[in-house]
């Protein structure tokens, strides 16, 4: 059984700089791809950011470009979200979410095709 447990996240100034982690247990994950997601009451679960474990590949949607980053701790089987120059429609539930995924594939911002998920951390930027 997977699990991910995430840490992170609170209040922050616009303009600010937030880092989540999600520490992943449960098996050996290599051929995985790591996601993160936020959700807002009302909302459907929107897409941040992606990251293949084995290959490294990476996907942002333009919301996040420049902004956020994503990376990896293959020995402590970790995912960062570095978020920077937050604003406050940044203001959410992160949830982070794993799939396996031999190959990095289109779908990498889809919610629906992860099989594991984080409990959830809220992020709060105020303006």
């Known amino acids: 059984q997977v699990q991910l447990v995430q840490s992170g996240g609170g209040l922050v100034q616009a303009g600010g700089s937030l880092r989540l982690s999600c520490a992943a247990s449960?098996?050996?994950?290599?051929?995985?791809?790591m996601g993160w997601f936020r959700q807002t009451p009302g909302k459907e679960r929107e897409f941040v950011a992606a990251i293949h474990l084995r290959g490294g590949s990476t996907g942002y949607p333009d919301s996040v470009k420049g902004r956020f980053t994503i990376s990896r701790d293959d020995g402590k089987n970790t995912v960062y979200l570095q978020m920077n120059s937050l604003k406050p429609e940044d203001t959410a539930v992160y949830y982070c979410?794993?799939?396996?995924?031999?190959?990095?594939?289109?779908?990498?911002?889809?919610?629906?095709?992860?099989?594991?998920w984080g409990q959830g951390t809220q992020v709060t930027v105020s303006s």
């Open positions: 449960g098996r050996a994950f290599i051929y995985y791809t």
């Open positions: 979410a794993a799939k396996y995924s031999r190959l990095w594939s289109s779908d990498y911002d889809v919610p629906g095709t992860y099989d594991y």
